[in-house]
T-cell receptor, first 116, second 115 residues
Framework: AQKITQTQPGMFVQEKEAVTLDCTYDTSDPSYGLFWYKQPSSGEMIFLIYQGSYDQQNATEGRYSLNFQKARKSANLVISASQLGDSAMYFCAMREAPGGGFKTIFGAGTRLFVKA | DAGVIQSPRHEVTEMGQEVTLRCKPISGHDYLFWYRQTMMRGLELLIYFNNNVPIDDSGMPEDRFSAKMPNASFSTLKIQPSEPRDSAVYFC?????????????FGAGSRLTVL
């Protein structure tokens, strides 16, 4: 069965510094996708970055990068040069496909606080 | 594209009343998901559809909850009768199918308060 674990309920980072948010997962499906979403205090869910299980390179999107370690089943999000606007809840998600029917589940989330 | 549209944005009702939440997915998306978000339980997947057919409803809490997708552009989540513990934000999300990232696009959510 799918499982996503985010062990950091809250994280603090100084503005302009980098921060890593942890995510581990478990699945028996060889084909899956990993996602990170941001949820600011306004409540909307914003897609940040995607990593496919067969992708050889770590995904990057601007200041976001995904540190994908397949053997360790981890997909940590790295935010470089943190900004005050990065303060939000961050969710890791996994989607099994296609054998898993594209079921997508989310971790418990990590609340990030960026300090000025 | 207007994105995923959910209504109502806010609903306050009394225990025992029927609640219907609505969702219009992005045109052309094959998958539609309903999630519930609470402080205690986080984001829970309730049910999802592929081409209007329910694929997995194992997350639906109990028989009081039901979901339908009568066509590709509309889905409902119904709670009857509602209870205070159903108070949460309910999100609808849709995504394409096939190869590729198939990113979920979320609606703004429906905040339900059951008194």
């Amino acid at each position: 069965a799918q499982k996503i674990t985010q062990t950091q309920p809250g994280m603090f980072v100084q503005e302009k510094e980098a921060v890593t948010l942890d995510c581990t997962y478990d699945t028996s499906d060889p084909s899956y996708g990993l996602f990170w979403y941001k949820q600011p205090s306004s409540g909307e869910m914003i897609f940040l970055i995607y990593q496919g299980s067969y992708d050889q390179q770590n995904a990057t999107e601007g200041r976001y990068s995904l540190n994908f370690q397949k053997a360790r089943k981890s997909a940590n999000l790295v935010i470089s040069a943190s900004q005050l606007g990065d303060s939000a809840m961050y969710f890791c998600a996994m989607r099994e496909a296609p054998g898993g029917g594209f079921k997508t589940i989310f971790g418990a989330g990590t609340r990030l606080f960026v300090k000025a | 594209d207007a994105g995923v549209i959910q209504s109502p944005r806010h609903e306050v009702t009394e225990m025992g009343q029927e609640v219907t939440l609505r969702c219009k997915p992005i045109s052309g998306h094959d998958y539609l998901f309903w999630y519930r978000q609470t402080m205690m339980r986080g984001l829970e997947l309730l049910i999802y559809f592929n081409n209007n057919v329910p694929i997995d409803d194992s997350g639906m809490p109990e028989d009081r909850f039901s979901a339908k997708m009568p066509n590709a552009s509309f889905s409902t989540l119904k709670i009857q009768p509602s209870e205070p513990r159903d108070s949460a934000v309910y999100f609808c999300a849709s995504s394409p199918g096939g190869a590729g990232a198939n990113v979920l696009t979320f609606g703004a959510g429906s905040r339900l308060t059951v008194l």
